[in-house]
């Protein structure tokens, strides 16, 4: 049996609010990606230290001011992530306009359904 991580289609959503975490994941999932979900950018670097193949894609909800989520983006730069692992930002922050260093997009929230699908559909790597 193949390992449901080695497929092309695993994401991972890091989201802090739980009700939009668990909507986004159960979204991912009905359109046929495995989707790992954690809560902050740090639960995120532990899960992708025990991973044994990184995801397609990380979904990070991102807050300009949030240095938790700047330290996630400089820590995947700082380990050479960024080339292989995309991610793209989700935000309501007004102050965000453009997509962040370490960042393959930027999406605002609330977002459609159909654009965030293909987005993901878009940035996601095909290993």
Known sequence: ??????KPSTLLVVE?????????AALLVLEGYTVLSVATATQALDVLARLPHIPSLVLLSLMLRN????RFLSRL??????????VL???ADPDLQA??????GLLGKPVRTEVLLAAVDRYRTRH
């Open 1 to 6: 049996m193949v390992d449901a991580l080695d």
């Open 16 to 24: 802090s609010y739980d009700d939009l975490r668990e909507a986004l």
């Open 67 to 70: 240095p938790e989520d700047q």
């Open 77 to 86: 730069r700082s380990l050479d992530l960024t080339s292989r692992l995309p």
């Open 89 to 91: 930002a989700l935000t």
């Open 99 to 104: 997509p962040p260093a370490g960042t393959v």
